[in-house]
């Protein structure tokens, strides 16, 4: 929804725009389109504030994703402990699931066709050693 009023510059506490800031690095919103949701008038008001409140790498300019859109963006962001927390554990719950593949495949390849597959140990190992 579009805001009809205009706002200046008094109107921005740093609560308002931590909050835009965030939207945008979030990949809610490009910079144009929060000028545009929240009567920013100013071109480049919003890239102020992202270089002076945001998390984001400005040493080699405007990164592209926040004019072309959100693509890479996450993949690019720093993660809160949260977020990394979140990933981790999906990262987890995909490794076990593969491991549980694997396991019905290998119990699948003993009882079907008695192919015989496990790990050598280590005293099998260090016994053939020179």
């Not at 308002?16 to 949701?37: S, W």
């Not at 699948?108 to 597959?117: A, F, S």
Request: with cysteine.
């Amino acid at each position: 929804m579009k805001s009809t009023t205009k706002r200046t510059q008094k109107d921005y506490s740093i609560a308002f725009k931590l909050g835009v800031v965030e939207q945008v690095e979030r990949g809610e919103l490009t910079y144009k389109q929060a000028q545009d949701k929240y009567g920013i008038q100013g071109c480049s008001t919003v890239l102020t504030w992202l270089r002076k409140h945001g998390r984001l790498d400005w040493s080699k300019g405007t990164p592209i994703f926040l004019t072309q859109g959100f693509a890479m963006a996450k993949s690019q962001l720093p993660q809160t402990p949260e977020q990394r927390i979140k990933a981790l554990e999906k990262e987890l719950a995909d490794s076990q699931l593969k491991a549980q593949f694997f396991e019905a495949v290998v119990n699948v390849l003993e009882t079907d066709y008695g192919v015989r597959i496990t790990k050598k140990q280590k005293e099998q190992l260090s016994n053939k050693k020179p």
